[in-house]
C-alpha cells in the first residue's frame, strides 16, 4: 500500500506540472483516488471547445450519458463519481481554458456526507460561480439541486434541503440558474422515489435519469430519450443492472458504432475520443462475458455499423476457467452474427496488467491466464469471422506487465493509456 501511495502522489504531481498548471495542493477526500485520476487525465488532455456545454459534478453527472440523452455532440461529461467541491474546483480551470457556453453543475452531496455544513458548501460553491465568471463572462452557469437518497435520515435530509434552499437563494442575485429538480424526482417525504432507483437508493437508473432529463429540458433541449419498450428483467444486478437501464432509454442508429466492454471501456469519453465515428459507450463497470450475452439483444435491435468487444478480464478475476472465458467471448461473436449479421466484429485483446500495484489483486495476478485466452482470440478470428485487434502487445512493459505509464492501479487506463486505444483503433473504425 505504500508503494502505492508513494507512486499514486509522484504520479499527481507530475501531472500538474504537465497540464502547466500552478502548482497547488492536489484534492483530497475524493471518493475513489485512482479512478478521480482516471478521469481527470483525460479531461485534461481533451479540453473543451467554446461551444461545449459541459456537466460538471459527482456521480450524478459521471453516470450519464449527457450527449446521447440530449442528442448534442456538443454536451461534454466532466462528471467524476466520488467527486468533492475542493476537487471539482481544483479542476475547473482546465475546463475554463476553452471558455464553454454554458457549465451545469451538481456538487455538494458528498461534502456534506463527510461533515462540511450546509451553508459552507454552498458558499464553497458560490465562489466557483464567481470565478467561472472571472475568467469567462460569457460562460453561463446553471446549479442543479442536489437529490436526497431513498433512504436518507432526517438529519441529513434537512442538511441538504438547506444546501438546496442557499443555492436557490443566491441565485436571485442572477449570477447562475437554480434548476429544482426535486418535484420531478422525489415524493411527499422529499426522498428520491423507489422507482428512480435500485437497491440502497443512492443513485439512479434509468427511469430516474429519464425523468432528469424530461425536468432539464427547458434548460437544454428536448430529451432524446426513448421510454417506449424498456425491459427491467434482466439477470443483471448492482451497477450492471443499474447502468444497463440507462442505456436501455438511448435511441440506437444503424451508423452507430458499439464499444462494448467493462469499465475499462466504461470509464472512455469514447465520443470524444473519435468524434467522426458515432461511437456509443456500451461499457459497464464490473461487467462479465455473461452480463454482455444477457445485454446484447436489446443494443443490436438495430444493427450498428460495428462492435468493438473488450471483455474477459472480470471473469478471470471472480476465478473463472479461461477456457470458459474464451468460449464465452466466442458465444458473444456468435450471437453477435446471428442477431445482426451485417454488423462488422471487432475483438479486442484483453489487455495486460501490472500485478506490482496493490489493488484488485485477484484481477492483477491473471496474467497468464490473459494470454491464454488472447492467444484463442487471435487463432479463432479468421475462422469466426471477426477482426482481431492486439492491444495487450502494444501496452506491455518489457517484463509483459500493463506499463505504469498507461495506469495508476495495475488495471484501468489513465489517458496516456487511452490515448494509444484511440491512436491503434483509428485505423479499424470505419468510415
Given at each position: ?264 471501456t466504461n470509464i472512455g469519453e ?137 495506469t495508476n492501479d495495475g488495471l ?20
Open positions: 500500500m505504500i508503494r502505492f501511495l508513494v507512486t499514486f502522489i509522484l504520479w499527481s504531481m507530475s501531472m500538474v506540472f504537465a497540464v502547466g498548471q500552478e502548482v497547488k495542493h492536489y484534492p483530497s477526500r475524493v471518493g475513489y483516488p485512482t479512478y478521480w485520476g482516471q478521469r481527470y487525465t483525460q479531461f485534461v488532455a481533451l479540453g473543451v471547445e467554446s461551444t461545449d456545454i459541459v456537466m460538471m459534478g459527482d456521480d450524478f453527472m459521471d453516470r450519464g450519458i449527457w450527449n446521447e440523452f440530449f442528442g448534442n455532440e456538443y454536451i461534454k461529461n466532466r462528471g467524476i463519481a466520488g467527486d468533492v467541491i475542493s476537487a471539482m474546483d481544483y479542476r475547473l480551470d482546465d475546463v475554463l481554458k476553452g471558455r464553454p457556453s454554458h457549465i451545469y453543475i451538481y456538487i455538494g452531496k458528498r461534502d456534506i456526507k463527510i461533515g462540511v455544513s450546509p451553508e459552507s458548501a454552498a458558499h464553497s460553491v458560490q465562489d466557483i460561480i464567481s470565478r467561472i465568471h472571472d475568467k469567462s463572462r460569457r460562460t453561463r452557469v446553471s446549479v442543479i439541486s442536489i437529490l436526497p437518497e431513498k433512504n436518507t435520515s432526517d438529519e441529513l435530509l434537512s442538511k441538504y434541503m438547506a444546501y438546496n434552499e442557499s443555492m436557490k437563494n443566491a441565485s436571485l442575485a442572477g449570477d447562475y440558474t437554480y434548476i429544482d429538480i426535486l418535484p420531478a424526482l422525489t415524493g411527499d417525504d422529499k426522498r428520491l422515489k423507489e422507482e428512480f432507483t435500485y437497491n440502497s437508493g443512492t443513485t439512479l437508473n434509468g427511469r430516474g435519469y429519464y425523468a432528469v432529463c424530461k425536468a432539464l429540458e427547458p434548460y437544454i433541449c428536448k430529451s432524446n430519450m426513448v421510454a417506449e419498450g424498456i425491459k427491467e428483467d434482466y439477470k443483471l444486478a448492482g451497477f450492471i443492472k443499474e447502468r444497463n437501464s440507462i442505456i436501455e432509454y438511448l435511441p440506437t442508429r444503424s451508423d452507430d458504432i458499439l464499444m462494448i466492454g467493462n469499465s475499462i469514447w465520443a470524444e475520443f473519435i468524434p467522426y465515428a458515432h461511437l456509443r459507450n456500451r461499457g459497464i463497470s464490473s461487467d462479465m462475458t455473461s452480463g454482455v450475452l444477457e445485454r446484447l439483444p436489446h443494443m443490436l435491435e438495430v444493427s450498428p455499423r460495428a462492435v468493438f468487444l473488450m471483455i474477459g478480464i472480470n471473469d478471470l478475476g471472480a476465478g473463472k476457467d479461461k477456457d470458459y472465458v474464451a468460449n464465452n467471448i466466442l458465444k458473444i461473436v456468435a450471437e453477435i452474427k446471428r442477431l445482426s449479421p451485417r454488423t462488422a466484429i471487432y475483438v479486442e485483446s484483453i489487455l495486460p496488467v501490472n500485478p506490482t500495484f496493490t489493488v484488485f489483486k485477484t484481477h492483477i495476478d491473471q496474467s497468464t491466464s490473459i494470454k491464454y485466452v488472447n492467444a484463442i482470440l487471435e487463432k479463432e478470428a479468421s475462422r469466426a469471422g471477426y477482426t482481431y485487434i492486439n492491444l495487450h502487445r502494444s501496452m506491455c512493459d518489457r517484463d509483459g506487465y500493463l506499463s505504469s505509464k498507461y484501468h487506463l489513465c489517458w496516456e493509456g487511452y490515448r494509444l486505444w484511440r491512436e491503434i483503433l483509428t485505423s479499424y473504425i470505419p468510415r
